[in-house]
């Protein structure tokens, strides 16, 4: 199984440029998340989904926009790039249920807005 | 409120000493489970352990084990025999029961471990 792809690995941006990062996952799980990672911060929850058709803002939206037309699918989609959102993304899916579901995280973009 | 609060920044340890990496967390939740995440130098996130709100005894995974003080709100991650391979960031993570909707998990900033020859 690939579990969680994220696609580009690096990418670099100009301020106001826009750009959607990518994320399929392949273990139909119903919940998928999007989390930016900057340092001494740790991971902070961007928007996420708990299933097709169902999106909701995390700690850190602004900026950001999401969607989820399939189970498989979550792509996190930058407006209008800010060098403030170079960092880098987690995408996560995980199943719903008891807390013992952990989540599976994809390998992460680096991006960097200039 | 920090959820999850890891109070050492960077650690060192020894190779084949062991070494305990701190966590505490703060919920109103009966029902949580709580997670440790490593992260090497080559990004990706890997799951460690976990430990179950109800479960009465400490989780344990080869050289890791989580010592869980629930009264305390601590979920410290042990480290046996330390590897050079082991040095990497450490991340404390929560998910709380009633959150089943959303289920966020909230994440710590994290803790660098580096194991010295």
């Known amino acids: 199984n690939a579990g969680v792809t994220q696609t580009p690995k690096f990418q670099v941006l100009k301020t106001g440029q826009s750009m959607t990062l990518q994320c399929a996952q392949d273990?139909?799980?119903?919940?998928m998340s999007w989390y930016r990672q900057d340092p001494g911060m740790g991971l902070r929850l961007i928007h996420y989904?708990?299933?097709?058709?169902?999106?909701d803002q995390g700690e850190v939206p602004n900026g950001y926009n999401v969607s989820r037309s399939t189970t498989e699918d979550f792509p996190l989609r930058l407006l209008s790039a800010a060098p403030s959102q170079t960092s880098v993304y987690f995408c996560?899916?995980?199943?719903?249920?008891?807390?013992?579901?952990?989540?599976?995280f994809g390998s992460g973009t680096r991006l960097t807005v200039v | 409120a920090q959820k999850i609060t890891q109070t050492q920044p960077g650690m060192f340890v020894q190779e084949k000493e062991a070494v305990t990496l701190d966590c505490t967390y703060d919920?109103?939740?009966?029902?949580?489970?709580l997670f440790w995440y490593k992260q090497p130098s080559s990004g990706e996130m890997i799951f460690l352990i976990y430990?179950?709100?109800?479960?009465?005894q400490n989780a344990t995974e080869g050289r890791y084990s989580l010592n869980f003080q629930k009264a305390r709100k601590s979920a410290n991650l042990v480290i046996s025999a330390s590897q050079l391979g082991d040095s990497a960031m450490y991340f404390c993570?929560?998910?709380?029961?009633?959150?089943?909707?959303?289920?966020?998990?909230?994440f710590g900033p994290g803790t660098r471990l580096s194991v010295l020859p």
């Open positions: 430990q179950g709100s109800y479960d009465e």
């Open positions: 989904s708990v299933g097709a058709g169902i999106t």
């Open positions: 919920t109103s939740d009966q029902s949580y489970g």
């Open positions: 993570a929560m998910r709380e029961g009633r959150k089943n909707y959303g289920q966020n998990f909230v």
């Open positions: 273990m139909n799980h119903e919940y």
């Open positions: 996560a899916s995980g199943r719903q249920g008891p807390t013992n579901y952990g989540y599976t």
